[in-house]
T-cell receptor
Framework: AQKITQTQPGMFVQEKEAVTLDCTYD???????LFWYKQPSSGEMIFLIY??????QNATEGRYSLNFQKARKSANLVISASQLGDSAMYFC?????????????FGTGTLLAVQP | DTGVSQDPRHKITKRGQNVTFRCDPI?????LYWYRQTLGQGPEFLTY????????KSRLLSDRFSAERPKGSFSTLEIQRTEQGDSAMYLC????????????FGPGTRLLVL
């Protein structure tokens, strides 16, 4: 079974600075996807970025990039030039491919607070 | 192109009552998921549909919970004889069946059982 670990319950970052949110995963699957979602106080889960386990390059989406280190089983999210609107909960998730299940497994999340 | 929609957005009910939530996935997404999220936790998987077939159910889905997806379009999640422990955010998500496809979530239904 897959497991996602997010060791940072909360973090502060100054506006316009970069921040890294940690995520490690535990899986025996050979093929899988890794996702990051943002959840503001409104509750909606907003997709940010995706990395496939066989992707050779790290994924980037605007100010978001995913630092994928397969051997270490880590998939850290980097947010560059933080904005006040980035304050939210951030969840890392994984999805196995090719097996009997297709569910996303989530970590416990990191609460990010961007300070002016 | 509309996203995943859920109705209602909020529901307050008394213990012992039945409630039903609806989810409309993104059109042509044949995979549909239900998740439950309690305060301070990540979403927990409840069940998964591929078209109209319910292919996977979590042990969290007790006998009081039932989900359907008739005709492989919208889905409903019913909770019978609600308990205070059922209070949570119920999230619906959908995706195409191919791998490497993003799973998109709806805004959720926040349930409070008094």
């Amino acid at each position: 079974a897959q497991k996602i670990t997010q060791t940072q319950p909360g973090m502060f970052v100054q506006e316009k600075e970069a921040v890294t949110l940690d995520c490690t995963y535990d899986t025996s699957d050979q093929s899988y996807g890794l996702f990051w979602y943002k959840q503001p106080s409104s509750g909606e889960m907003i997709f940010l970025i995706y990395q496939g386990s066989y992707d050779e390059q790290n994924a980037t989406e605007g100010r978001y990039s995913l630092n994928f280190q397969k051997a270490r089983k880590s998939a850290n999210l980097v947010i560059s030039a933080s904005q006040l609107g980035d304050s939210a909960m951030y969840f890392c998730a994984s999805q196995p491919y090719g097996g009997a299940t297709n569910k996303l497994i989530f970590g416990t999340g990191t609460l990010l607070a961007v300070q002016p | 192109d509309t996203g995943v929609s859920q109705d209602p957005r909020h529901k307050i009910t008394k213990r012992g009552q039945n409630v039903t939530f609806r989810c409309d996935p993104i059109s042509e997404h044949n995979r549909l998921y239900w998740y439950r999220q309690t305060l301070g936790q990540g979403p927990e998987f409840l069940t998964y549909f591929q078209n109209e077939a319910q292919l996977e159910k979590s042990r969290l889905l007790s006998d009081r919970f039932s989900a359907e997806r008739p005709k492989g379009s919208f889905s409903t999640l019913e909770i019978q004889r609600t308990e205070q422990g059922d209070s949570a955010m119920y999230l619906c998500a959908s995706s195409p069946s191919e791998t490497r496809r993003v799973i998109h979530f709806g805004p959720g239904t926040r349930l409070l059982v008094l």
